[in-house]
């Protein structure tokens, strides 16, 4: 059974930085091409960041040279860091496999 389980969201400040993490298993981790999505409320479930299992990475250009995904084959764990966020980065944010999702994690960014 495919688990993906995300952690690490929360409230920042605009500027600020968060780490979210992954945690999956019931797969062969190492194997998969992982990626991250967000929602933001009424919006469409947007691509954020993919990774290859050569760890290649790819960004949307809304995140790029601001969010960093990083991934640790040995744990199976799955990363975000987000730095200078904006408020235009509040969304829940999602663990995708390519056939998986996780439950996400809300990430709001408010003074």
């Known amino acids: 059974q495919v688990q993906l389980v995300e952690s690490g969201g929360g409230l920042v400040q605009p500027g600020g930085s968060l780490r979210l993490s992954c945690a999956a298993s019931?797969?062969?981790?190492?194997?998969?091409?992982m990626a991250w999505y967000r929602q933001a409320p009424e919006k469409q479930r947007e691509w954020v960041a993919t990774i290859t299992r050569r760890f290649e990475t790819h960004y949307s250009d809304s995140v790029r040279g601001r969010f960093t995904i990083s991934r640790d084959n040995t744990n199976n764990m799955l990363y975000l860091q987000m730095d200078n966020l904006k408020p235009e980065d509040t969304a829940v944010y999602y663990c995708h496999d390519g056939g998986d999702w996780g439950q996400g994690t809300q990430v709001t960014v408010s003074s």
């Open positions: 019931g797969i062969v981790f190492s194997r998969y091409v």
